[in-house]
């Protein structure tokens, strides 16, 4: 059996008296891609902030690679090298062109000289599509050329682990299949990914196992051809009815 890249151990997360994460034990394997679905506040995006220490949990553990990076005194600039995200709202420097959004880290961070961080910056803007736009700043950029620029930022460290949160819930319909095709590519590359979504296409398509969740709970999990067809619980059979 592959060994867990990332575990969740009995993961308690509180917004004061709000229970927003209840006792969630689920682990991924190195490659494989999970894709959490489930109604608005079950507790998706803040169990993806939770795995880069944008959120504290109160209780449990979460562990990459085996070591425990819920831990008081973790390392956290090492963390997240090795844990990238992408958020729905972008979140691109304004006043930094895409090649720059995409070199600061690399930079700054890792110390790579300039001209290998531009090398590799332009070789992942080709890879997602925008050879084209390196020097154009955000504002001169569409939602999804900008969704696809900050994809780029942070594979530009060359992370272990890629968390998606909600990449496609800002942009115009028309835009959503040039970022979703990006993803799709990472994923045949073999990257680990964690996709909170409502595209249920892609879950069904790219995710190696969809994960429900609902008031804070881990529901279900399966692999999709399972979940979508036969799903087990009354809670998923409810979602899917009103997703499909």
């Given at each position: 059996?592959?060994?867990a890249?990332?575990?969740f151990?009995n993961?308690?997360?509180y917004?004061?008296?709000?229970h927003?994460l209840?006792?969630i034990?689920?682990?991924?394997t ?18 993806l902030?939770c ?6 949990i109160?209780?449990?553990?979460i562990?990459l690679d085996?070591?425990?990076?819920s ?21 691109l ?10 070199t ?7 110390a790579i000289?300039e ?23 955000p504002n ?10 900050a ?15 909600e990449?496609?819930s800002a ?11 990006v993803m799709?590519?990472?994923?045949r ?35 999709p ?5 036969t ?9 899917l009815?009103?997703?499909l």
């Amino acid at each position: 059996m592959t060994a867990a890249l990332l575990e969740f151990d009995n993961v308690d997360k509180y917004f004061g008296e709000t229970h927003v994460l209840k006792t969630i034990s689920m682990d991924i394997t190195d490659g494989e891609v999970c894709v959490i679905v489930g109604p608005s506040g079950s507790g998706k995006s803040t169990l993806l902030r939770c795995a880069n220490r944008l959120e504290e949990i109160q209780s449990g553990e979460i562990r990459l690679d085996g070591t425990a990076i819920s831990a008081v005194d973790a390392d956290l600039n090492s963390l997240r090298q090795q844990i990238g995200m992408v958020f729905q709202s972008f979140n691109l420097f304004p006043h930094k062109t895409a090649i720059e959004n995409i070199t600061l880290a690399p930079r700054k961070v890792k110390a790579i000289p300039e001209t290998d961080a531009n090398e590799r910056a332009r070789q992942l803007l080709n890879d997602v599509g925008l050879a084209d736009e390196a020097d154009s700043y955000p504002n001169q950029l569409s939602g999804g050329q900008k969704q696809r620029v900050a994809i780029a930022r942070a594979l530009a460290m060359d992370p272990r682990v890629m968390l998606f949160d909600e990449v496609t819930s800002a942009l115009d319909p028309e835009l959503v299949g040039e970022v979703l095709a990006v993803m799709r590519e990472l994923a045949r590359e073999g990257m680990t990914m964690m996709v909170v979504t409502h595209e249920m296409g892609f879950a069904r398509e790219v995710g190696d196992r969809v994960f429900l969740m609902a008031d804070g709970n881990l529901v279900e999990s399966a692999e999709p051809t399972t979940f979508f067809n036969t799903p087990q619980t009354d809670r998923g059979k409810r979602f899917l009815s009103k997703m499909l």
